[in-house]
């Protein structure tokens, strides 16, 4: 085995890979097993280049064994609502033989299952291509149905096979441990946070960490009145100590503040589709708001993930100390305790991270996020006001509608490409720092 097929890298492919791939997919080698129709000139190589790159549903991958382009991965057909596309890999004729198609779909299944937060991949491939139906089978597709004489070549009729893998067999196989996030439990979150809730099998709430000042963690942006978005708060008693954490900080709302807080969302939510549902999930945490802030924001959090349907676990911090452990290595201990084997963090955690030096050096895989919200309608209509408390989504949109605008990250960034990024700049919500 070559020295360099241990390693399997994925990038875009760029304009400059295109003479090489026109090779590839000409070849027969390539182009009778992978179904390609004939040979392809220039002119349309360069469309189908220029068409996928604008194209939001495919992805195609360059795979490089030690910096040597040695074949192709394409994602297409992705549906981020319903998390599931169609994969197909294929090796360079002459690198064929060599043990990198195992390598290569190692790597694919990888960025798929994790980057780009599938739930499920299928493919298409001839009943006859024994090679290529022991590499997906042995990596855990399964056959899903068998369609007789699909596929004509050279006059004869071939049956094509559909294999399917899901995630959750790719991790029995391959990964240990959950998928866990983190975050400071902050006061009705941003559609950003319940992303990376609906990603993972659990997530710490960290309320035994500094609250920062300044901060969401009793405050979010809704709207005031239609076309003006200002902040909605809890009232609190902060004990004044500098180090407070969520459990230190109680609520201290006045006799008459939730009924001020319903009328105000009454007036500009009231014609809401779904109004009354969402009030539904606040009303009895916020009409009776006592105790902790850390509890109270919890309580919100777990009563609007019921809303949105996720099955995440949520837990506190606090319920497994790490005392005397500081940012990156307090993090790292929470990952530990809960038996991590994928982190997916906010994005403006990477700076501290790279700051300390314990990441990536760890046995964690470590991703993260790169949201981009997506437009849905607003009250008073107008320019579209992103990066909103959840809540806002939650009185306009029906929870089935709400999970297809909650999926905003396109591919989660592996630590290689956050380093690479010339300004990894802090998405604005609150980041597992205790300074």
């Not at 029995?172 to 979150?189: D, E, H, I, K, Y």
């Not at 996020?369 to 989504?393: C, I, K, M, N, W």
Request: with cysteine; aromatic share 8%; glycine share 8%.
């Amino acid at each position: 085995m070559p020295a360099d097929a241990a390693a399997i890298a994925l990038r875009p492919v760029a304009a400059g890979d295109l003479a090489l791939l026109r090779g590839w997919i000409n070849d027969p080698r390539i182009a009778v097993p992978f179904l390609f129709p004939g040979p392809v000139d220039a002119a349309a190589h360069q469309a189908w280049f220029e068409r996928q790159q604008s194209d939001p549903a495919t992805e195609t991958l360059l795979a490089e064994a030690g910096g040597t382009p040695v074949g192709v991965v394409t994602l297409k057909g992705i549906d981020r609502a319903q998390r599931r596309a169609e994969i197909a890999i294929f090796i360079r004729p002459d690198r064929q033989g060599e043990g990198l198609g195992r390598r290569a779909l190692d790597a694919a299944l990888r960025v798929a299952f994790q980057s780009f937060r599938l739930r499920k991949l299928h493919l298409h491939v001839r009943a006859d291509n024994g090679a290529a139906r022991a590499l997906y089978q042995g990596a855990a597709f399964a056959e899903e149905g068998r369609f007789a004489g699909d596929w004509i070549h050279g006059g004869v009729a071939h049956d094509i096979l559909r294999l399917a893998l899901h995630d959750d067999a790719w991790r029995q196989r391959c990964c240990r441990g959950r998928r866990v996030a983190m975050m400071q439990p902050g006061f009705l979150p941003w559609l950003g946070f319940f992303e990376l809730a609906a990603s993972v099998d659990r997530m710490v709430l960290l309320d035994d960490f500094q609250v920062a000042r300044h901060s969401h963690a009793h405050r979010n942006r809704l709207f005031l009145s239609p076309g003006r978005p200002g902040f909605v708060s809890i009232p609190i008693a902060h004990p004044g100590t500098l180090t407070a954490d969520f459990r230190a900080i109680a609520v201290a709302p006045p006799a008459r503040w939730w009924r001020k807080l319903e009328a105000g969302l009454t007036q500009t939510y009231g014609r809401a589709p779904f109004f009354a549902e969402a009030m539904a999930v606040i009303q009895p945490i916020l009409a009776d708001a006592r105790g902790s802030l850390g509890a109270v924001n919890i309580a919100l959090i777990r009563a609007i993930a019921a809303r949105l349907g996720l099955t995440t676990e949520f837990v506190a911090s606090s319920e497994t100390p790490t005392d005397g452990l500081r940012r990156s290595a307090r993090v790292l201990r929470l990952l530990e305790l809960h038996d991590a084997g994928l982190y997916l963090s906010a994005r403006g955690s990477f700076a501290y991270m790279r700051e300390d030096g314990l990441f990536p050096n760890v046995p964690v895989d470590v991703r993260f996020q790169d949201f981009v919200p997506h437009p849905y309608p607003q009250p008073g209509g107008g320019e579209f006001t992103p990066r909103l408390s959840a809540l806002d989504a939650l009185f306009m949109l029906s929870p089935d509608q709400c999970r297809s605008v909650l999926f905003g990250t396109r591919r989660w960034q592996g630590w290689a490409e956050m380093a690479d990024a010339a300004d990894p700049a802090a998405q604005p919500d609150d980041e597992p720092s205790d300074d």
